[in-house]
C-alpha cells in the first residue's frame, strides 16, 4: 500500500475502516503488526475514542505507530518511555499546528457522541471530504517521525 494513496483510504473508508484503523494500517506490518490485528486493536478509536467525540482517530492511530516504533516493552525501559512521550508530543503538536486541535469534534464541527449530531455528520458528507485528508495528512506527518 502506498501510505497516503487517497483512493486506498477512501476505499478503506467505505468498506467501514475507521480513521484510527486506516492511519495504523499504514505502516503496521512494518512493525510485524499483522493487518488484521491492527484493525482489531484499533477498532474503538475511531470517531474520537468509540464515537465520543474526543481524540480523533486518525491522531490514536499515529500515536499507536509512534509506540510500535519507540515504545517501551522492557521493565524499567526508561529511555524508551520517554522517547515514545517525546515523539508522541512532538507529533500532537505538529498537527494541532496545523489543524487547530486533536479533538474529533473540533475537527469536523460535530459530536458524534449525540445522534442527532452524528446523522447530521453522515449527511453532510464530512467522512468522504474531510476525513480522508486529515487520515492522509496523519500518516505523512508520522512517517517524517518514524
Request: hydrophobic content about 40%; glycine content about 10%; proline content about 1%.
Amino acid at each position: 500500500m502506498k501510505n497516503t494513496d487517497v483512493d486506498l483510504i477512501m476505499d478503506l473508508f467505505k468498506k467501514g475502516f475507521n480513521c484510527a484503523q486506516i492511519v495504523l494500517l499504514s505502516n503496521c506490518n512494518d512493525f510485524g503488526l499483522n493487518s488484521e490485528l491492527a484493525k482489531k486493536i484499533a477498532g474503538g478509536f475511531g470517531g474520537g475514542l468509540a464515537r465520543s467525540g474526543d481524540v480523533c482517530g486518525a491522531v490514536t492511530g499515529a500515536l499507536m505507530l509512534i509506540g510500535l516504533k519507540y515504545g517501551n516493552y522492557k521493565d524499567d525501559d526508561l529511555v524508551s518511555k520517554d522517547n515514545v512521550n517525546k515523539t508522541g508530543n512532538d507529533y500532537l503538536q505538529m498537527f494541532k499546528n496545523e489543524f487547530g486541535s486533536i479533538k474529533c469534534k473540533d475537527l469536523i464541527k460535530y459530536d458524534l457522541s449525540i445522534e442527532d449530531e452524528a446523522k447530521k455528520a453522515r449527511e453532510s458528507g464530512i467522512f468522504k471530504t474531510l476525513c480522508p485528508l486529515l487520515v492522509k495528512r496523519s500518516v505523512e506527518l508520522v512517517e517524517n517521525i518514524l
